[in-house]
């Protein structure tokens, strides 16, 4: 079958988002987590204020707890952030790695 002169190119687009992101690899179900994280770090604040009165400690943990979270949740280019790489290590160490060997004779003796 002979070739007419059409030039048949598959297109594939890139960086097309396929999810809502507040910026490169930061979304929703990511803002959830952070939003979760500083609602405990909030929590641990105010019990840690009642307990000290030290206003500058209780932002500061606020802050650095915002911070962590949203470095930790933020995704690259290749679609994994530090949470699933850790999660992906945790799940390779649980995993059964046992290679039982069962010697037999080569030659049949």
Avoid at 21 to 43: K, M, N, P, R
Wanted: hydrophobic share 45%.
């Amino acid at each position: 079958m002979e070739r007419t002169g059409r030039n048949d190119t598959l297109y594939i687009p890139v960086n097309i988002k396929t999810r809502l992101e507040f910026f490169d690899g930061y979304g929703v179900a990511e803002f959830v987590y952070t939003a979760i994280a500083t609602g405990i770090s909030g929590l641990i604040a105010v019990s840690l204020y009642a307990v000290t009165g030290n206003t500058t400690l209780c932002i500061l943990i606020l802050l650095i707890t915002v911070a962590a979270s949203v470095m930790a949740l933020l995704k690259d280019q290749s679609n994994q952030s530090v949470t699933d790489q850790i999660r992906f290590m945790v799940r390779f160490m649980k995993m059964q790695r046992k290679f039982p060997y069962y010697y037999k004779q080569e030659w049949g003796d």
